[in-house]
């Protein structure tokens, strides 16, 4: 019998522009009874990982940095570096990669006295590009999911220590982590995990089994607090640790390094835990895949070859996310242009480096993409990282032709001192309306998808099954729980993305009742179609000649309109609607305009007819947005609402309120229809 090497790792973090009072939770729930705990078995060693926006946070917990302190004298602690505001690295500029590990290893060095040889990889999303950069930066070794292994060819079951892996003749070691360990720890019996152990223990070999997984799973996750803490699970497992220390033995990362000898050279493949793998599909391949998986569960002969997708996925699943990683992208080109030329980094790279933070770019078991105000705490870095290059760079306003998106096609790009006006061909519509006084980006909605999970709750819904209990469960588990009832009223649809100056034709008998869900009937090309566009005297021209379909007849109609910045922040759009048929026309027609508000009010869901304008304060935000029109008009205003799972269940989210300025009119052959549309900000000062 061989004593087993065990290596208990935890990874605390909390996302850039999470609520002060969820970082405190954190505190209280989870990383502190953690501690207080691990303080009492003076004979476990563990590892740690704390985010640096979290340490940024801790380091006001005085007693806690402390024990930190201690433990790493003692020898039972190894803390780990990685990322500082916690970056999916692999999609990322590669000198930030550095620059993110380089901030973190210095905070770690600086503050606990002591050179960090790992690093954590965030979601453990890799790609093999990465190990020249870590090894660049300082890491021996990182710590991925036995299913990176089990991918390249490994038998998961058969995993018993470290590998080693290099690009371009860097070497770096890869500790595989346990799926069984992490599913089992804390939400097993404990004597599941040592009988566990006791098996592995059988094997005459070497046997080194690593459990590394979030920390808010011990307080923080729904009834865990209870189950770790108050019924005693994690000091009861601290004590069986210690009371079979003949079999198992808990060592730190570096221990291992230092005195076992990598098992072999390996080559792992794109990927993440195996969870990602489903979240990355498209909603109903997701489904498909999720009923294989059922199907196949007990099946350990195939489940190696079983993969979904990987982490780049999420930039083609959702426009939304895809916009904030480009943004982010070409701030990075800004700043590391200044850089270049001789600036220095240092306080540049804060707000570049804040707004990589992953939480905000994907969606999977966590709100993550569906909560507004990461996203918005993303926007709000990258912001400001821009106004630091526009004063640096002096730059002057002007409209910039640049395959943005990276779709094929060209958006102009509308850039000043005091605002960013982006605009997409498809629909000739803005999707990014920047306000860099208040660095927030007015157009930062989401759009409401069809997910995967919506089956899960409506067939939850019809069957009664769903539950508001807070009791234990894994965040894996299939358990249904809402936070609220008649979500089934909010699973409404877009089949556009939502923007602004997105040109509708509906049909006549359209009312503002069909709008919220989705129930209005589309009789133009427009909204889809492509746009002609150009740039005239500081003035972005787009039209496009497209169709309309009346009693399924088609009738050829043109639009023209011109968007114009304003010297103060925002933009006027000058429309006409020509009518190009032989035939005359009685039409609908509606422009629709996106706002990302900070909260919903009652102004958010009204209708008003012959008015010329409308107006929205925003005391959180300190703004105030007008919607005015040359020709007195209907208003429909109607908040957009998603609804998203969570760690504590189904959620409905505001995500921002669209406004439709609604014209009916007719036109005789060559005749034209035109009306003009200003949207102007006012800032003052946050409530």
Known sequence: MKKIKFIFAVHNHQPVGNFEWVFQKGYDNAY??????????????????????????????????????????????????????????????????IGQINKLSQFIKNTFNCNPAGAWIAERVWEPSLVKDLT??????????????????????????????????????????SQKLRYFIPFHDVNVCIDYFKRMAQEDKETVLVM???????????????????????????????????????????????????????????????????????????????DFIRQNENNDRFKPFIRGGFWRSFLSKYDESNNMHKKMIRTSGKINSLVEKGASLSGLSDALYAGQCNCAYWHGVFGGLYLPHLRNAVYEHLLKAENIYNESA?????????????????????????????????????????????????????TRRYEGYHKKLKDAIYNNKVSDSQELASIHSDEIKVKELGLERHLNYDWYRKASLVDHFFHNDTSYADIYPVKFKEQGDFVLGRYEIGVKEGKLELSRKGNIWIDGASSKVEIQKIITPL????????????????????????????????????????????????????????????????????????????????????????????????????LKPGAEFGFTLTVSVKNGEKR
């Open 32 to 97: 502190k009874p953690f501690m207080d705990v691990m303080l009492k078995h003076k004979s476990i060693k563990w590892n740690l990982h704390a985010s640096g926006i979290l340490w940024d946070f801790l380091l006001s917990k005085k007693s806690y940095v402390s024990n930190i302190k201690k433990l790493i004298a003692k020898g039972n602690l190894e803390i780990l570096s990685g990322g500082y505001y916690e970056p999916i690295l692999s999609v990322i500029p590669q000198k930030d990669r």
């Open 136 to 177: 660049d930066a300082g890491i021996k070794y990182v710590a991925l999911d036995d299913v990176h292994f089990s991918s390249s060819g490994l038998d998961v079951n058969s995993l018993r220590g470290y590998y080693t892996t290099e690009d371009h003749g860097a070497p770096l070691n890869v500790f595989p982590i």
């Open 212 to 290: 590394a997984d979030d920390g808010e799973k011990f307080g923080m996750w729904p009834g865990t607090y209870k189950h770790v803490y108050e019924y005693g699970w994690l000091d009861k497992f601290l004590t069986a640790l210690e009371e079979n220390s003949d079999i198992v033995e808990t060592v730190t990362f570096s221990e291992v390094l230092n005195s076992i000898k990598p098992q072999d050279r390996i080559y792992l493949q794109t990927g993440s835990y195996f969870e990602m793998s489903e979240w990355t599909l498209p909603a109903q391949i997701q489904n498909n895949y999720d």
């Open 394 to 446: 002096q730059i002057k306003p002007l409209w910039h032709k640049s395959d943005f998106d990276c779709d094929g096609s060209d958006e102009f790009l509308y850039e000043s001192k005091i605002q960013n006006i982006y605009v997409r061909q498809t629909g000739g519509t803005i999707f990014e309306f920047d306000i860099l006084k208040k660095n927030y980006n007015l157009s930062n909605v989401l």
């Open 567 to 666: 010297k103060k922040e925002g933009y006027e759009a000058a429309y006409k609607i020509i009518n190009n048929d032989a035939k005359s026309l009685d039409l609908t027609f509606a422009a629709e305009q996106v706002f990302a508000f900070s909260n919903k009010t009652l102004d958010d869901a009204a209708q008003a007819e012959n008015v010329f304008s409308w107006t929205r304060n925003d005391e959180n935000l300190g703004m105030s947005v007008t919607v005015s029109s040359s020709k007195k008009g209907v208003f429909w205003i109607t908040p957009i609402k998603t609804v998203s799972t969570s760690e504590n269940g189904y959620e409905k989210t505001y995500q921002g309120t669209a406004v439709f300025n609604v014209y009916k009119f007719s």
